[in-house]
């Protein structure tokens, strides 16, 4: 592709070159799928032809009006103002903040600089996001993932966020990654067990192992490790998973800014890696943490394999401080956003992963060995098939194995990249896949597509088409909607499964039709960009959201960013909690009493005064009833 001229952005002139067609496809996808299935309760039903209306997977079609709701709770109102809103009954405090420390001797947290460097990996990172609480030996253990730092405001402002030096490139490596530490709920609510031998930062730098399929491959080998069976830190730490073993994953999401390049790339580059640089968004600049011009590891003129070992999911034994995470090649190489983990029917570990970037794809992982309580774990997460989704219009879907035969790359180049091998197998592209979660009470798992404003407007950085499709049926999609599939025969492991969408956001006070949202959308519950997203014990599915929180346009009345519950039988929801301005909600977990549901709030704005006042700080807040019953 030319260079577009200098009077358009790389959008118009993409337009202009390849013009979209003037129908809005919605209407040929959609209403046919609507016509042919029926909404059933503001949702898609799954199945096709008349004979499942009524008595599908809802209930009967008017299921909403006669059941009594599921909530517990009096839903709340969008809100716009700087602070944490929860229903009448309920209370929400603050666990941790940004900055408190985990041991006594890092305590003194600075407004101005957001702490000195010495202490940074020894207190609670940046921009909290996926979390997952562990029950130990009579300990409540937490791992939580510090997802990006906010570069403006963890260095003096003189400097507008960039390094100066090899120190402020530190901190920002030692405030990102995670944490997993042990927390306790006494007198004043749950609190950090500050000093705990279970307290641990996992940084930038922190070591790995890298096992599975890829490991030891050519393209894997750096300066730092020859071998290419070690890592140096985990980047980007976006959603969360639990395996049933009780080990945590931490996924990596836009690894890809973090590098950059001091010099030109070397000449004799593999023509893979220059693709996969394209495919993945490396270039010389990336996004300003300027890592690549103090610590030479993140200089691609240098270390052009190192981007590499970043972009997996990584497993950590939150019982053991000295244990070294491992990054597990089998689970594919994508901008990870989290991984649901389920077991099939004959006990293989099923591991669910969505690729969030726009037109990219949903994968599957299936092991070859099945998992027994109490016996190895070691292969689970890398000895098995990588599968990307392909979904048909008709409701139905399958999942193709990116095996050498089907894709003409060898199986370390599928899993470093898995975006090229799922592009050559034909994948469904979709509208930026977020969290997926597996309803524990049925065979069947959600995932939150959260918008795409290109979807029917320009292909994915593969060059992949992206016309809208059945799950991703609005052109300019800045609603995004959640997608749910079954799988044939109850079981995980199936290849191929019937999917409907669970919700579709929209504005219904400003759009009649498909960006009005689905029948479950109303003016008291509506919201944009669902994310983040958990079920609980009861079988009740919880949403959060990153999206548009301007409350103006096509955003007026929908407030905050916010986290709703949803009822997967009817197809209920309801606001369950606001976030402050600015903020996006994500990260959810439970106590193991269940008497405490654990929020992230990432990046708020105003001045929310229980994340800091003056300077808000990114915060995990503790949720509960007040009469202490049970929250999920
Ligand atoms: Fe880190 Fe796609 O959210
Ligand atoms: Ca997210
Ligand atoms: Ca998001
Ligand atoms: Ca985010």
Not at 569 to 597: H, K, Q, Y
Request: aromatic share 10%.
């Amino acid at each position: 592709m030319t260079k577009p001229p200098a009077d358009l952005s790389a959008d118009d002139w993409d337009e202009l070159n390849f013009p979209r067609p003037h129908e809005n496809d919605f209407d040929r996808v959609v209403e046919r799928a609507v016509s042919r299935r029926g909404f059933l309760n503001g949702v898609l039903a799954f199945g096709s032809g008349a004979a499942v209306m009524g008595t599908g997977l809802f209930g009967s079609t008017s299921a909403l009006a006669q059941n009594a709701s599921r909530f517990p709770f009096t839903p709340i109102g969008a809100q716009t103002d700087g602070m944490v809103h929860v229903p009448e009954g309920y209370t929400a405090t603050v666990l941790a903040r940004w900055g408190d420390p985990l041991v006594s001797a890092a305590d003194g947290y600075d407004v101005a600089n957001g702490g000195p460097v010495e202490n940074s990996d020894k207190v609670f990172g940046e921009n909290t996001d996926g979390m997952e609480t562990f029950s130990f030996q009579g300990h409540q253990l937490i791992a939580i993932n510090h997802e990006y730092a906010n570069r403006k405001t963890n260095l003096p402002a003189a400097q507008d966020g960039t390094p100066a030096n090899a120190d402020d490139v530190l901190k920002f490596q030692n405030l990102q990654g995670v944490v997993v530490m042990e927390i306790a709920e006494g007198e004043n609510g749950w609190q950090i067990v500050k000093d705990s031998p279970f307290n641990r930062r996992i940084t930038h730098n922190a070591p790995m192992t890298i096992t599975g399929p890829a490991a030891g491959h050519d393209l894997l080998k750096t300066e730092a490790d020859p071998t290419g069976t070690a890592s140096l830190g985990t980047l980007n730490n976006c959603g969360s998973g639990k395996t049933p073993w009780g080990t945590y994953l931490t996924c990596e999401e836009n690894f890809n800014g973090y590098f950059g390049a001091t010099d030109a790339l070397p000449e004799d580059l593999p023509s893979e890696t220059v693709a996969g640089y394209d495919r993945y968004g490396i270039g010389p600049d990336g996004w300003g943490y300027d890592y690549h011009k103090w610590d030479p590891r993140f200089d691609i003129s240098k270390n052009p394999n190192e981007p590499h070992r970043a972009g997996w999911i990584v497993e950590i034994d939150p019982t053991d401080p000295d244990s070294t995470p491992v990054k597990h090649t089998g689970l594919g190489r994508f901008k990870h956003e989290n991984a649901a983990v389920v077991l099939s029917t004959d006990g293989r570990v099923v591991v669910y992963m969505g690729d969030d970037e726009r037109g990219e794809f949903l994968y599957r992982f299936v092991s070859n060995g099945v998992y027994q309580p109490g016996g190895s774990t070691d292969g689970l997460l890398d000895d098995g098939t990588l599968y990307v989704a392909k979904y048909n219009d008709d409701g139905t879907g399958e999942w193709l194995a990116l095996t050498p035969e089907a894709t003409g790359m060898d199986m370390a180049e599928i899993l470093i990249f898995s975006r090229m091998a799922g592009s050559a197998v034909g994948a469904t592209t979709m509208d930026r896949p977020e969290w997926i979660a597996a309803n524990p009470h049925s065979v069947e798992a959600y995932c939150c597509l959260t918008n795409n404003k290109n979807r029917g407007v320009k292909p994915n950085a593969g060059g992949d088409a992206t016309p809208v499709n059945g799950p991703n049926p609005r052109e300019a999609n800045n609603y995004g909607q959640i997608v749910r599939w079954r799988p044939h025969g109850d079981d995980h492991a199936a290849d191929t499964f019937d999917w409907d969408l669970y919700v579709m956001a929209g504005n219904p006070e400003v759009h009649d039709g498909a960006y009005a949202g689905s029948d479950n959308v109303t003016a008291g519950n509506m919201f944009n960009s669902p994310d983040g997203m958990g079920f609980d014990s009861s079988g009740l599915v919880w949403i959060q959201t990153d999206g548009d929180d301007s409350n103006e346009g096509e955003f007026a009345g929908q407030g905050n960013n916010q986290m709703l519950v949803g009822d997967p039988a009817t197809g209920e929801i309801a606001r369950f909690l606001t976030g402050p301005n600015g903020c996006e909600v994500t990260g959810l977990t439970w106590s193991a009493d269940r008497r405490t549901m654990f929020v992230g709030i990432q990046h708020p704005g105003g001045d929310w005064p229980d994340g800091g006042g003056a300077l808000p700080r990114s915060s995990v807040i503790a949720v509960k009833r007040d009469d202490n019953g049970l929250i999920g």
